[in-house]
Each structure stands twice: as structure tokens, then as C-alpha cells.
């Protein structure tokens, strides 16, 4: 965002937005939809393709509500539907109890550690962070819907984070490869461009 004035004159950046929403689609969903077919016999790789492009609709889901996702990946067409932020989460879901089935059958192929940047072909983590995705999705629509059995499925499970170690977290290294916001904010010294609103704040307050 764009800080003319503080608090009166704010202007979201809607090149940030649109970069965005075709980064989700274009470099994560339609990637690890491709990953998964070039992945076949491979039930681990095809496991994380899953979790992550699940993770990528939820992500677009919370910022924009109904979004493309049944017909998402269809390339013949140009201008697919939306559908309701209640049938994405399903999908979601689906997406989910899809990868924990391939995980569960312990893995199958080359899972090379170097190429795995967030744990190192372990496939265990993996499966915890598919696992405690589901429960961040069942959290979300938990005010909905009951959730509860599938809740305390997913505690008994013993695949929930136990740890920080468990965080699927991307470490950066220093430039020119270190966290863009970091580089952006601190780096590169553009601190006064971001502001906390008095709109955010008295949400927090009340």
C-alpha cells in the first residue's frame, strides 16, 4: 500500500493485489497440479503437491471469499466460475484427506532433500503440516459448522505440530536472497511506506 497521508489518503496498490492472486494460480496451483501428473508412481511428491496447492486455495479463499476452484485448472476455459467460499473449503479438505491417504501408505519414489527447501525430504513433517492444516481449515469454518469429531480425530491422530521444529518455514540466507520484506522495509530503507491504521487498531482495541 501507498502512504500519501496516514490516516485520509490511503491507496491499496492493485498491482499487488492482481500479482497476487496470478502468483496462487499461476506459480503455485497450477505448478503442483502439473507436479502431481508428472509425479505419478510417486505417491510422496504427489502427497506435497497436494498440501500445497490446499494451502494455496485457502490462502486465496481468506483474502477474496469465493474464488475459481472447481474449474480452476481447466486451460480450455478462459473465464471459469467462481464458487462459494463454503464448496472451496470443502474442495480443500478433500485436497487434504487425499495427501494424508499417500502419506499414510509411507511413501513411494525419490524424494531428494535438496530439493525440498522447507524440510529437507523429510516426509514425516510433511505429513504433520498436512495434518495441521486441516485442523487451521476446520478452525476457520468451525463457526458454520461443527467440526468437533473431526477436530479430536486430528488430536488423536498425534500428527498435529508438536514443536517449532515441525514449522514449515522457508529459511532465507542474507542478500540478495534474504525475506523480501526484510529487504524491502529494512534493507532497502522504505520503513516509513508501511503505517498500522487507526481502522486496524481500534479493531484490535474493541
Request: glycine content about 6%; proline content about 3%.
Amino acid at each position: 500500500a501507498l502512504y500519501n497521508d496516514v490516516e485520509r489518503n490511503y491507496s491499496p496498490n492493485t498491482t499487488t493485489i492482481s500479482n497476487f492472486w496470478s502468483n496462487m494460480y499461476v506459480t503455485v496451483i497450477k505448478r503442483t497440479d502439473e507436479a502431481y501428473k508428472l509425479a505419478d508412481g510417486n505417491s510422496s511428491l504427489q502427497a506435497v503437491s497436494l498440501t500445497l496447492r490446499a494451502n494455496a486455495y485457502q490462502v486465496l479463499t481468506d483474502a477474496f471469499g469465493p474464488i475459481p476452484f472447481s474449474s480452476a485448472m481447466d486451460e480450455v476455459n478462459t473465464k471459469p466460475s467462481y464458487d462459494s467460499q463454503e464448496d472451496v473449503y470443502d474442495g480443500i479438505l478433500d485436497l487434504l484427506d487425499e495427501a494424508e491417504a499417500l502419506y499414510a501408505q509411507g511413501g513411494s519414489g525419490e524424494f531428494t532433500s535438496t530439493a525440498d527447501l522447507l524440510y529437507g525430504g523429510d516426509i514425516d513433517k510433511w505429513r504433520k503440516f498436512n495434518a495441521s492444516l486441516k485442523l487451521k481449515v476446520l478452525m476457520r469454518i468451525s463457526g458454520k459448522k461443527s467440526v468437533s469429531a473431526e477436530v479430536q480425530d486430528l488430536v488423536d491422530s498425534g500428527l498435529l505440530f508438536s514443536s517449532n521444529a515441525d514449522n514449515a518455514q522457508l529459511i532465507y540466507a542474507s542478500n540478495p536472497d534474504a525475506n523480501p520484506f526484510y529487504l524491502n522495509v529494512i534493507s532497502n530503507n522504505n520503513g516509513q511506506g508501511y503505517k498500522v491504521s487507526s481502522v486496524f487498531v481500534n479493531r484490535l482495541n474493541s
